[in-house]
């Protein structure tokens, strides 16, 4: 049987008193698994991954990642979990006090990785995404789409092993899009597992891999699309 990474049985949520996003969401993502994550806007697909990410508490359900019940651990350790993720949330999330090359760092240096070392291999990120001038500039001076690039870069410089990815290509141009869904492929390539959220109707044909595609509340995995 293949390695789970995340088991999601019977997930719901709901926001106070508006009405349920999810109803009963049963899911597995298997190691080295890639997968796109679809719907129409407002479906849910950013508080999906806010989920397996263990930033939103569902209502309902249990989620197992990496072999552990979320739900039953204690908050403490969960730190522990979301070191082996990466994640690229819309909202970047940079440290504005930090320059370029220190924010795409920063997850190595949390692990202990020395400075020089982890601006080696930041710098190399930084290159491949078309930022390898901006490594001593500070976020605030940079683009939405170049934001969007130096988030991408950080979350993938651990080789962790699952990224999460919330319309990771959606402020940038076609030629870009077309290098970063490289880059994931490549880091799939090494065991990561990957779930990207998006609604590139371009994407989905260039890059026909399974989709996890949410419809009126639930979940239906869409098998590979041979081109």
Known sequence: MSEMIAQLVGVGHQYEEAPEIFKGVTFN??????HFLTGPSGSGKSSLLK????GLKPTWGSIHLFGEDTLKMKPSLL??????????????????????????SLPLRVRGVEAKRGHKHAQELLDWVGLGD???????????????RVAIARAVI??????????????????????L???????NK??????????????????????????????????????
């Open 134 to 148: 901006c490594v001593e500039s500070y976020p605030q001076s940079l683009s939405g789409g170049q934001k969007q």
């Open 79 to 104: 730190p522990l979990l979301r070191q082996k993720m990466g994640v690229v949330f819309q909202e970047f999330k940079l440290l504005d006090h930090l320059k370029v090359v220190d924010n795409v």
């Open 29 to 34: 993502i298997e190691k080295g698994s890639f």
């Open 190 to 227: 090494m065991g990561t597992a990957i779930v990207i959220a998006t609604h590139n109707s371009r994407l989905l044909k260039m890059f026909p891999y399974p989709q996890l595609a949410i419809q009126e509340g639930t979940i239906r995995k869409l098998p590979t699309k041979v081109i």
């Open 51 to 54: 989920i397996l990410y263990l």
């Open 158 to 179: 651990t080789r962790p092993q699952l990224l999460l990815a919330d319309e990771p290509t959606g402020n940038v141009d076609d030629e870009m899009a077309m290098k």
């Open 181 to 187: 869904l490289h880059l994931f492929e490549e880091l």
